[in-house]
């Protein structure tokens, strides 16, 4: 009976690779090269830019077009691979740079490359989705996030070290905004990263969004932050970066976007 058990356990074990969690703050990054290439295939393993196309682990192979000089509307409409990289990401607990209007890293998005990452359709999404826990002093809860691209070891690694290291986080994760939802952006006809499971919002009281101010797009004004630095840098360690660096803010929001800290480090920003 435990050898049926063990072998069960073999037979299984392949549907999901296995994963570790990776500390991108402090991952070793080789030296020259392209550096959007480095970040995307150290972000996404199993990912290569071969020529003139990044292929993901699936086969589907997106056009590894560069960054281009356009508007900063039609570069949120429809980027390349490339545009997603304007705008520095910075590591640091900078609120400055979110002044200049349309400094939105992370919210440039080639929506193909994500959904060839991820998933193309809901059920597909639905269909990757694990709980991840956050298992506070005071409270408990728990976001739905993918297990593809190792999402939920990554998510699962930040909330650990969060709730271990102080119960004063516990308050950002009460009464949280979510985490897997099959939508397209408020006000757009772009994907979510909600869709994919990539992204989770803490509490909403807590974390700004700039449309919730009446303010136009282009002009989203000041941001009232209360999300601390400590916080944010333990999602940026596992690869969450954070909208409240947004010129559009959204405070509560972190999303899986590791290349774009390693683009940062390898470019030194
Ligand atoms: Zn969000």
Redesign the pocket.
């Known amino acids: 009976m435990l050898r049926l058990a063990l072998l069960l356990v073999l037979w299984t074990a392949p549907l999901k690779a296995a994963c570790t969690p990776r500390d991108f703050l402090t991952i070793p990054l080789p030296a020259g090269g392209d550096p959007v290439a480095t970040a995307l295939e150290i972000a996404y393993p199993g990912s290569t830019v071969n020529g003139a196309a990044i292929v993901t682990p699936d086969g589907a192979a997106i056009p590894f077009a560069p960054a281009r000089d356009i508007s900063a509307q039609d570069r949120l409409d429809g980027a390349t691979i490339g545009d997603m990289f304007v705008y520095a990401y910075p590591i640091a607990f900078d609120l400055d740079a979110r002044m200049q209007p349309y400094f939105d890293p992370g919210r440039v998005r080639n929506e193909v490359f994500f959904r060839a990452l991820y998933a193309d359709r809901e059920s597909a999404a639905r269909a990757t989705l694990v709980a991840v826990a956050y298992d506070g002093q005071t409270v408990q809860t728990g976001f739905n996030v993918t297990t593809r691209n190792c999402v939920d070891t990554q998510l699962a690694a930040a909330l650990t070290a969060l709730a271990l290291s102080s119960p004063l986080y516990d308050v950002f994760f009460d009464q949280s905004?979510?985490s897997f939802n099959w939508r397209v952006i408020a006000g757009t006809d772009r994907q979510?990263?909600?869709s994919f499971g990539a992204?989770?919002?803490l509490n909403t009281e807590l974390g700004g969004y700039w449309r919730w101010s009446g303010r136009p797009e282009g002009d989203a004004g000041p941001y009232d932050n209360k999300m601390p630095t400590e916080l944010v840098a333990a999602f940026e360690r596992y690869g969450f970066i954070w909208?409240g660096k947004w010129h559009h803010y959204?405070g509560?929001?972190?999303?899986y976007r590791p290349e774009l800290i390693l683009y940062a480090r390898l470019t030194r920003q």
Not at 252 to 255: C, D, K, L, S, Y
Request: charged fraction near 20%.
């Open positions: 905004g979510g979510s990263s909600h992204a989770i919002d909208g959204d509560m929001h972190f999303e």
